[in-house]
């Protein structure tokens, strides 16, 4: 018996089956234009606020990368030399949208209300820095904000605490993971074990073609790298886009010697944990933990 297919089940079948390659191909092809949409906001790429708007003193650096990436970073740090090297820096890795300009608002809390320092980068491709945003080359640029803290001569002297929101988490756990022993702490907000994991949850139609992800940041597996530094779990309950129990199972994965706290937000949605009732409260806490331990 010869087989057949009614025709409109034959061209149904066929436009799924375009469908599937389709976005299999933009997957792989734009993954990066996709999961780091630089020019979002519009006016990312041209405007960059500064914090001077927030009455706060700082340092506009450009930093130049091992790959001679040009990234612009900002440091704010407390004016008097003898306070801020008694004070806690903040490494600030910001999400996956935007610059470090749309994230004064939460620098100006850790710089006026808990005293911190606070250094902050764009990442290549976006903002005014040059170049254009990958896996590894955000992980570069880490690094480099890193040297410089390290090498700075009031900052070197501080105990330094990354502290990431979303992708900047992922970002957060890398650096961290890599040199543990230049971190007196972790903050990590709404992060996901890996973009892999994630593409099911935000693009079900091809959740099945995730293996074409070749931007991975897993930090599922990075994270078991962290031995002895205290880490803080801030999660919003309410994420749309990252599932909550990723932070569920990154907190379940850790396993260090260092103080462990985790603080939820039931109403916190990704973008809007951070404006959540007790959210800067959980920081604080957690920072004055850390300023503590000898």
Known sequence: MSSYLPWYLSYSLAAAAVAVLSGGALLYHYQCEIIYPANFPEGSRTHVAKPSQYDMPYEDLTLVTPDKVKIKAYLIKQPDDSIARHRPTILYLHANAGNMGHRLSIADVFYRQFGCNVFMLSYRGYGLSSGSPSEKGLRIDAHTALDYIKKHHV????????????????????????????????????????????????????????????????????????????????????????PPGHMKELHRLLDTTGEVVWKEFAAGTHNDTCLKPGYFESIKSFLEGVMEKK
């Open 155 to 242: 900052l070197s002297e501080t105990k330094l605490i990354a502290y990431g929101q979303s992708i900047g988490g992922a970002v957060s756990i890398d650096i961290v993971a890599r040199n543990e022993d230049k971190f007196a702490g972790l903050m990590i907000e709404n992060t996901f074990l890996s973009l892999p994991k994630v593409i099911p949850h935000v693009l079900p139609m091809i959740s099945k073609l995730s293996f074409l992800c070749h931007q991975i940041w897993n930090s599922e597996q990075m994270i078991q790298e962290i031995k002895r530094l205290p880490v803080l779990f801030l999660s919003g309950l309410r994420d749309e886009l990252v």
